[in-house]
């Protein structure tokens, strides 16, 4: 499992009963999380301190509870600072787990000893794009919500990139792969990071077990005569690492050689000392 452990403002304190609770800075959050199907002892005082509590509905969804916690705050991690605010569906707009991803990327692009261009899909507030930005790579950034691309923005200039080479879009994103490769264009690595369902700004219906593996293809046609890598990350139950593996290879490997590999990300637990499973990522690499 690959662990984002690197975290000085940001931890999971406790785990039980389908909820998490997690320190983000200086307030205390309790979230649902569908993994934690186990039940302990609730011991860590933030339980009944929380700044937060996101309640899920029986009927699907669900509502925040909150107790003197800002409407925004913001968290650093090393050199990159994200701004937080909790809201629809548990979020705060931030997946610290990803942190374990971002170190990988900003290695090979610094190691490149070249300029390198990313493409970032699905790319939500920006977390993979201020990495790779301050890693000195340039960047097309593309998710199909306003909201988030402007709040993607707003990230990029609280960690002094809002002068570093980034495009940022809001399009479809299948859509844009097509009239980039119609286009020509090129890139040295891509990042994806797919819903398990979604919209595109004009209704565009995503499920990612039809699409996934025709999309990777797809984008794999973007890719430059010396590419770095491609990173799929996936949040959805059915894309396990050894399914990752099979379709990366099939499209990446097949095509330009080089190595997959895929396995689970996760967070550590302060009070228990287990790792939380959060979601899966196959990494492919040229050497």
């Known amino acids: 499992m690959w662990i984002a452990d690197g975290w000085k403002e940001y931890e999971v304190l406790d785990t039980s009963s389908g909820e998490k609770l997690e320190r983000w800075g200086d307030y205390i959050l ?3 999380d569908p993994q934690v199907i186990w039940k302990t002892e609730r011991k860590n005082a933030g339980w009944k301190k929380k700044n937060g509590h996101y309640h899920r509905s029986s009927k699907g969804g669900g509502e925040w509870e909150f107790f003197n916690l800002p409407k925004e705050w913001s ?3 090393k050199d ?3 701004n937080l605010k909790p809201f629809s569906f548990k979020h705060t707009g931030l997946f610290p787990e ?23 899909l699905f790319a939500y507030t920006g977390g993979a794009t201020v990495a790779a930005a301050k890693a000195g790579a340039s960047l097309t950034h593309v998710d199909a919500s306003k909201g988030m691309v402007t709040w993607a923005k707003e990230n990029a200039v609280s960690s002094g990139l809002a002068d570093a080479p980034v495009r ?5 994103c299948v859509k844009f792969v097509e009239r980039e490769i119609r286009r020509g264009n090129k890139y040295d690595a891509i990042i994806m990071d797919p819903p398990s369902y979604g919209r595109g700004p004009k209704g ?11 999309f990777i293809e797809l984008t794999a046609n973007l890719l430059s005569d010396r590419p770095l890598f491609f990173l799929v990350n996936s949040y959805t139950t059915g894309l396990q690492p050894a399914v990752l593996t099979y379709m990366m290879s099939a499209i990446l490997v097949k095509k330009f050689g ?3 590999e895929a396995d689970e990300i996760g967070l550590p637990v302060k009070d228990s000392g287990l790792i939380l499973p959060c979601g899966a990522s196959g990494r492919w690499t040229k050497n």
């Open 30 to 32: 309790v979230r649902p």
């Open 75 to 77: 968290i650093h991690y």
């Open 98 to 120: 990803q942190a374990a991803n971002w170190e990988w990327s900003r290695k090979l692009i610094e190691n490149a000893g070249r300029p390198i261009k990313v493409l970032n």
């Open 258 to 260: 080089g190595n997959v």
């Open 168 to 172: 940022y879009l809001v399009d479809d």
């Open 204 to 214: 565009e219906i995503w499920k990612i077990e039809e699409h996934i593996f025709p």
């Open 80 to 82: 990159l600072t994200f």
